[in-house]
């Protein structure tokens, strides 16, 4: 069988979304490869110098698989108005990677936009 690079095969059908602060987060990021790609989740906010990396388990966040994909799913209960930033899937599996990415705002619970 031949390799085929990582490739995310369903892209965020939006690329920004305002959240209400103590709603969740939930992404996922469909992929596929041969060797199966690998997943990682990145945030990046304006004070950051570079993207940070999400660990599942770290505070609120949880990753989930999706099919095979180890990490393909991002869960973050009760966001907080500090957890806005772009959020961005990363596949990858040594051929190749793809990634996507969604900006998230999140607006003060009981204040109108």
Request: charged share 20%.
């Amino acid at each position: 069988m031949s390799v085929v690079a990582a490739t995310v095969i369903k892209h965020f059908s939006e690329k920004s979304r305002v959240l209400v602060e103590g709603e969740p987060l939930e992404l996922e990021c469909r992929t596929w490869g041969y060797p199966s790609p690998q997943v990682k989740w990145t945030r990046l906010t304006r004070s950051d110098a570079s993207a940070v990396e999400l660990v599942n388990g770290e505070g609120r966040v949880t990753l989930g698989n999706i099919d095979s994909v180890a990490n393909a799913r991002l869960t973050i209960t009760n966001m907080l108005i500090d957890d806005y930033g772009t959020y961005t899937c990363v596949a990858h599996n040594g051929v190749g990677n793809d990634s996507d990415s969604e900006a998230i705002l999140i607006r003060v619970k009981g204040i109108a936009l």
